[in-house]
């Protein structure tokens, strides 16, 4: 039985979420619209194109007064494509527009080969060589860039990105015109976030850093995974008439308040019982701030259980907190028997030695819904199959990169190995393998935090843009999100909805502190972001 399961089950299944495409994906929306007949891809093309133009206009409402200069740089396929819509409908606002073609006009895909010939009908479109970028760098008066080199089938390195970048960088300091991604910044795998050929921690020395993207129908995961934020600058998505999507990988979301309410006629047991386990005398401050995040997001009650040296410790720095000595696996079991403990956490400054592996076994068995983190994971780095042997359903994993290269060994070298191939090996394919592997939830943290269940959802839960929240890399902060999970947990929310939530929440209490934040904080941040929900 997992009694995680079975209490509050209102709240479970009610995150609201925005899928996320993939270039296969968004292709299919694409074909699928086109073969219901109601939409051809020239009517997509100029929708996308328009979309462009009035996201540029809104973001730059200066760039309405008078006539202006604009450079497009256009792609071999349909990426370009949008380009020459966007140069054209420039020029019906009295820009004046220059453009340049990187490939071969007679190679272009047909949509984008129509609106290459309609442009011709206006203006000249030259090749885009060095030496015609050179006479632009630094040319007076542009205050439009629109990069529309390469989209969604980015395949390979673009390797002449460097010599592209390097004149736009000139550009930039001399002129200032803004730069407009078209669906992605070009270099950019839209399902990965990586710019293909080039060192992950070095990509954007080198590569094209837009002001704008605007992307269309839906978000694609690479706007959110690794390099993406930087690279788009600020992120819009532009409908195009195409049928709401579905797919499997997702933006998490606020949660939605009633699952968090703690409204009606209830008691502290409706609410769960969280268990945080302790290591030793000393090394309870891990445990300590979990057991606070579970506290505040909401559990009915919280005890830390700890050994039972460890107690007076404990004792002499909580209070709301309950302690519990444990005598080793024998008094965790015994302490298990009684079925009021609903969610367990297992891994903050819990040590890595051999009693670790021995609580975990005893935790698994017990079939609680179960946060295993820090310690926790790293203790069976020496054999993981033996850990993934012992978990259930209502398990939720939360490594670091550090803690996931030590269980998934294989998974991680495929992410750290350089992206060559486009569309790259994501974060979000490495944590959807982790968690059908591990066969229960697996949230990998960072920025990019992505969140996978064992049958293939995956969240994207992304630090960035209007949400960024850089005081979140602090000690002790990993420790207060698996508390909150455990919270939640225990609260009877699933383990998907647990983590999901738990990531949003432990955001948004980080920006509502802001800058100066310790993790200290962000249990204490959560009563004004709850209010701010309006609970
Ligand atoms: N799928 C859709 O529903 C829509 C797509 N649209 C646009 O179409 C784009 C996708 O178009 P495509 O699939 O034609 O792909 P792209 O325009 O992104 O580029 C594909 C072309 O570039 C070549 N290529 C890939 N990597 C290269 C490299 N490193 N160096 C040189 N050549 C390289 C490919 O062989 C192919 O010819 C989207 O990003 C978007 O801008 C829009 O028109 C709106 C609708
Ligand atoms: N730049 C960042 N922006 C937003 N969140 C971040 C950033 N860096 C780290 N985080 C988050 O901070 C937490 C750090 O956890 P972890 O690495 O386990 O540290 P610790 O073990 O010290 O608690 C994770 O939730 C991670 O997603
Ligand atoms: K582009």
Request: charged residues 20%.
């Amino acid at each position: 039985m997992i009694t995680s399961h079975t209490k509050e089950a209102k709240l479970n299944r009610s995150f609201s979420h925005a899928p996320l495409l993939t270039a296969t994906e968004m292709r299919a929306a694409e074909q699928a619209a086109m073969a219901g007949g109601g939409v051809t891809g020239l009517d997509l093309m100029e929708r996308a194109g328009a979309g462009v133009v009035a996201a540029a206009l809104a973001e730059w409402p200066d760039l309405e007064e008078g006539a202006q200069r604009a450079v497009v740089l256009c792609g071999p396929g349909n990426n370009g494509g949008d380009g020459f819509v966007i140069a054209r409908l420039l020029h019906a606002r009295g820009w004046r527009v220059d453009v340049f073609l990187l490939g071969d006009a007679e190679r272009l895909p047909p949509d984008a080969r129509h609106n290459f010939l309609r442009w011709q009908e206006i203006g000249q479109v030259d090749p885009l060589t060095d030496d015609a970028l050179d006479r632009f760098a630094g040319a007076e008066g542009v205050a439009l860039v629109v990069d529309a080199l390469f989209g969604t089938g980015l395949t390979r390195p673009f390797l002449d990105l460097g010599a592209v970048r390097g004149r736009l960088a000139a550009w930039q300091a001399a002129a200032q015109p803004r730069i407009v991604a078209v669906d992605v910044p070009s270099g950019l795998c839209s399902d990965s976030g990586r710019y293909l050929g080039h060192d992950d921690s070095a990509a954007l020395d080198t590569a094209i850093k837009a002001d704008l993207t605007v992307s269309f129908h839906s978000a694609k995961p690479g706007h959110y995974l690794a390099q993406g934020p930087e690279g788009c600058g600020k992120l819009v998505v532009c409908d195009i008439g195409l049928d709401r999507a579905e797919a499997p990988t997702w933006l998490a979301q606020a949660p939605l308040a009633g699952r968090l309410s703690k409204a009606g006629p209830s008691h502290k047991y409706a609410h769960g019982h969280a268990v945080v386990l302790s290591g030793p005398p000393g090394k309870g401050g891990a445990a300590r701030l979990a057991a606070r995040g579970a506290l505040r997001v909401g559990a009915g009650l919280v005890t830390v259980g700890c050994p039972l040296r460890a107690v007076a410790e404990h004792a002499g720095r909580l209070d709301a907190i309950m302690v519990h000595g444990l005598d080793g696996t024998a008094g965790l079991a015994e302490m298990l028997e009684d079925m009021r403990y609903t969610g367990l956490c297992l891994g903050p400054g819990l040590g890595l030695g051999p009693a670790t592996g021995e609580l975990v076994r005893t935790a698994l068995a017990a079939r609680r819904g179960t946060v295993l983190d820090a310690d926790a994971l790293s203790r069976f780095q020496r054999d993981p199959a033996v850990l993934f042997g012992m978990l259930h359903e209502a398990c939720v994993l939360t490594p670091h990169m550090g803690e996931f290269a030590r269980l998934f060994p294989d998974l991680a070298e495929q992410l750290r190995a350089e992206a060559t191939r486009g569309p790259a090996f994501s974060k979000v394919d490495a944590c959807r393998a982790a968690a059908a592997r591990a066969g229960c939830v697996v949230l990998l943290k960072g920025r990019d935090t992505v969140i996978a269940a064992p049958d293939g959802q995956v969240a994207i839960h992304a630090a960035a843009y209007e949400r960024a929240a850089p005081w979140l890399a602090t000690a002790g902060a990993g420790d207060v999100l698996a508390g909150m999970i455990c919270g939640l947990l225990a609260r009877g929310v699933d383990p998907l909805g647990a983590a999901v939530t738990a990531a949003w929440l432990h955001v948004e209490a980080a920006r509502s502190y802001g800058p100066g934040l310790i993790a200290e904080d962000l249990p204490e941040a959560l009563p004004r972001v709850f209010r701010g929900m309006g609970l």
